[in-house]
C-alpha cells in the first residue's frame, strides 16, 4: 500500500481585471519608488504597490476553509518588471505573520518565462531527487498569462524564469497577512 503525504496546495484563478489600467499605475509606481533588491536578477521590484481593484479580487478569491474561513487579513502588495534576461532567483515568503501568498500576471509575453514551483523535499537529500526525479520531478512550470492569479503557501520555493522576449514581462506578488480565523 502507498498513500501520498504532504500535498501541496496551489490555487490558479482566472482574473477579470482592467491589466492596462494596472500597467500604466505600475509604469507610473516604477518611476516614483526606487526598486529593492530582493529575489530579482534584473529587472524593477516595487515595493509598498497599492490598487483596490486587485485588492478586492484577491479578497473575493483567497482560498478559504469552511471551517475556518479567514477574514480581517492585510494585503501586502509588490510589482516585479523583468525586461529581457531578468528574472527572479529561488525564494519563499516565510516570514511573521505571512499566511498566503500569491502572483498576479499583468503583461505576459510569450517567451517572457514560466514560474518554477520548487519540491521542498528536494532540499532535504541528493538521493532523493535523483531516486524519484523522473517519477514526481523536481519542479512544476507554470506558464503564465495576463490575468491569472495564483494563491500558494509561503513557504514554498519558486523562481521565474529569465524573460526571453523583447517585451516586460509584469505581475504583482503579494502576501496574506495576519488573518482571523
Known amino acids: ?37 530582493k529575489s530579482n536578477a534584473g529587472g524593477y521590484q516595487g515595493h509598498y504597490f497599492d490598487n483596490q481593484q486587485l485588492k478586492d ?13 479567514l477574514s480581517n487579513f492585510d494585503i501586502q502588495l509588490w510589482v516585479n518588471v523583468n525586461g529581457k534576461g531578468h528574472w527572479n532567483d529561488v525564494h519563499n515568503h ?8 500569491g502572483i498576479f500576471y499583468v503583461r ?16 532535504v537529500s541528493r538521493n532523493y531527487t535523483k531516486y524519484y526525479e523522473e517519477e ?17 503557501p509561503p513557504w514554498l520555493l519558486h523562481l521565474v524564469e529569465p524573460n526571453q522576449s523583447e ?12 488573518p482571523v480565523f
Open 1 to 37: 500500500m502507498m498513500i501520498s503525504l504532504f500535498e501541496t496546495p496551489l490555487h490558479i484563478i482566472d482574473c477579470n481585471l482592467n491589466v492596462n489600467e494596472l500597467y500604466s499605475q505600475i509604469k507610473f509606481f516604477q518611476s516614483q519608488v526606487e526598486t529593492a533588491h
Open 57 to 69: 479580487c484577491i479578497q473575493k478569491n483567497v482560498p478559504q476553509r469552511e471551517d475556518k474561513p
Open 94 to 101: 516565510v516570514d511573521d505573520g505571512v499566511m498566503l501568498s
Open 108 to 123: 505576459c509575453p510569450e517567451n517572457s518565462g514560466a514560474i518554477r514551483f520548487y519540491d521542498t523535499r528536494s532540499n
Open 136 to 152: 514526481r520531478g523536481s519542479y512544476m512550470r507554470i506558464q503564465p498569462h495576463n490575468n491569472l492569479m495564483l494563491f500558494f
Open 167 to 178: 517585451q516586460e514581462r509584469v505581475s504583482i506578488a503579494f502576501n496574506i497577512l495576519n
